[in-house]
């Protein structure tokens, strides 16, 4: 029955299988074996099928089209499931894009904070010493003054260095004023 009038409506409304084929975004191949019966189509080609013949999905699943226009109840219902069918991958895909925005925006969004923590890290207020300075303070601190200012003056020099927490390297130091 499909196939039959497939092969009818195709030839009424002036299309090739090639012209058919390349509407539905299918092969030349597909059309005919829908024509000769080896396959059908899914509920969604059938819904664009009907839509390209402009005609109902009963009409294209009924009886053999002669031109009275009377639908079978197998091919009713067989038309209501395929368009429920229909409705149920179009709900099913709008929430994987859903999803996937959803995804998409938590993602950016976390790269966003990210960059903003790198930013407060990248600006704070210390001046970048090497390991070097670090020993050449110490020692001068040392040379300079009494035990205790000294002891002071180390843990506080120990207390204030920084490092950065994405590359694990020295940003600064804050020496005392």
């Known amino acids: 029955m499909f196939g039959e009038n497939l092969k009818t409506l195709r030839k009424q409304k002036g ?11 299918v092969v030349r191949q597909t059309v005919s074996k829908w024509e000769k ?8 080609m059938l819904v664009r099928l009907a839509d ?11 009886a053999k089209i002669d031109g009275t226009g009377d639908a079978n ?5 067989l038309s ?12 099913a895909r709008r929430i994987w894009k859903v999803i996937v925005i ?5 993602f950016i969004f976390q790269i966003l904070v990210l960059l903003l923590l790198r930013a407060d890290v990248t600006t704070s207020d210390t001046r970048n010493v090497t390991v070097t300075d670090i020993e050449k303070y ?28 994405f590359s694990n390297r020295p940003l600064g130091w804050d020496f005392p004023s």
């Open 15 to 25: 299309f090739s299988q090639e012209e058919l084929a390349s509407r539905l975004h």
């Open 138 to 165: 110490v020692y001068e601190t040392r040379q300079s003054g009494t035990k205790q200012t000294d002891d002071f003056q180390m843990q506080l020099a120990v207390h204030s260095y920084n490092y950065d927490r």
């Open 80 to 91: 209501r499931i395929n368009e429920q069918l229909a409705i149920k991958n179009r709900r």
């Open 37 to 44: 019966n080896l396959s059908v189509p899914d509920a969604d």
């Open 52 to 62: 390209i013949l402009d005609v109902t999905v009963t009409e294209l699943l009924g």
């Open 102 to 106: 959803v995804l998409s925006l938590l």
């Open 73 to 77: 109840n197998i091919a009713e219902q």
